[in-house]
């Protein structure tokens, strides 16, 4: 039988055997990739990742309407960059859906009630700085959000605080561009405004 690994520091967590990890691994097929190592509650894991698909989801919705809806001067660039986003998005709406499956819950798409699971909002935002300041609004929700939940993550569930590591940097870079159109739209915020 092969012997179970310690490592000689007892800050360093404990290796189980091989033996106990192929037992284990034949045990509980029904749960998935939800093995006993798992230390996250994976109901409230899949509650917590269908808000967040359902933000991604708004955000995929507004960033759209944006693209097709910008008018005026310098238009074109900005509804490039809508387009862009939308599409960045939606991709991190398609990894949470898959996260979420992955975890043996069902996406929810529904569009009824997706609002009121969203973090972020729906604001056509009007005329084009208008738009803007909502997407920049919108992504700094989305920062705070995501740093919450890879802080809730942390250990628990490694995978799913990856992915939201990854999005979280996405939408970093998403505000910063929101901020510099919105600078060179109308000017530096001001300290009342931020």
Not at 47 to 61: D, G, Y
Request: glycine share 6%; hydrophobic share 40%; aromatic share 6%.
């Amino acid at each position: 039988m092969t012997r179970a690994v310690t490592t000689g520091d007892a800050s360093k967590p404990f290796l189980t055997d091989v033996q106990t990890l192929r037992d284990r691994a034949r045990n509980h097929l029904e749960t998935g990739n939800v093995t006993q190592s798992y230390k996250a509650d994976v109901t409230q894991a899949i509650a917590i990742l269908q808000s967040v698909l359902a933000t991604e989801i708004v955000c995929v919705l507004r960033y759209t309407m944006h693209a097709v809806a910008a008018t005026g001067i310098s238009s074109e660039g900005v509804k490039a960059e809508f387009a862009q986003h939308a599409k960045e998005e939606q991709m991190h709406m398609m990894a949470v859906a898959e996260r979420i499956n992955q975890l043996g819950g069902v996406p929810n798409f529904s569009p009824e009630g997706l609002l009121t699971r969203s973090a972020s909002q729906y604001s056509e935002g009007g005329n084009l700085v208008g738009m803007i300041r909502e997407n920049y609004i919108a992504e700094r929700i989305a920062i705070d959000h995501y740093r919450e939940l890879i802080r809730y993550f942390a250990d628990d569930d490694p995978a799913t605080r990856t992915m939201l590591e990854g999005i979280l940097s996405t939408e970093e870079e998403h505000a910063n561009d929101m901020h510099d159109l919105l600078v060179a739209h109308e000017g530096p915020p001001t300290l009342a405004s931020r």
